[in-house]
């Protein structure tokens, strides 16, 4: 069992940056994919980027934006958002994967206005 605590999100203006954490709790936290997701009211939630022993992808709307750490000491993960836009306001998920099991956190609102 995977439990996931994201912290970080609120109201930024354009241009501005953000940085998200989630907090795992549970065992054998290395061997899991962690992810981050966004999705907007009434929209498919959308996969932002993942990492997995040393290999992170992002989606083509985060490359050269986001940037997506771990820590597995800490069973962290984080996503640094730089530049954001108005189109980036969405509630971010932190998601953990590892064979048939996944689990999500609660959510965590980014608004990106000014």
């Known amino acids: 069992q995977v439990q996931l605590v994201e912290s970080g999100g609120g109201e930024v203006q354009p241009g501005g940056s953000l940085r998200l954490s989630c907090a795992a709790s549970g065992t054998f936290f290395s061997q899991y994919t962690m992810s981050w997701y966004r999705q907007v009211s009434g929209m498919s939630r959308e996969l932002v980027g993942s990492t997995f022993q040393g290999t992170i992808t992002y989606s083509a709307s985060a490359k050269g934006r986001f940037r997506i750490t771990r820590d597995n000491t800490r069973q962290e993960v984080y996503l640094q958002m730089n530049s954001l836009k108005p189109d980036d306001t969405a509630v971010y998920y932190c998601?953990?994967?590892?064979?048939?099991?996944?689990?999500w956190g609660q959510g965590t609102q980014v608004t990106v206005s000014s």
């Open positions: 998601h953990a994967g590892r064979a048939e099991r996944e689990y």
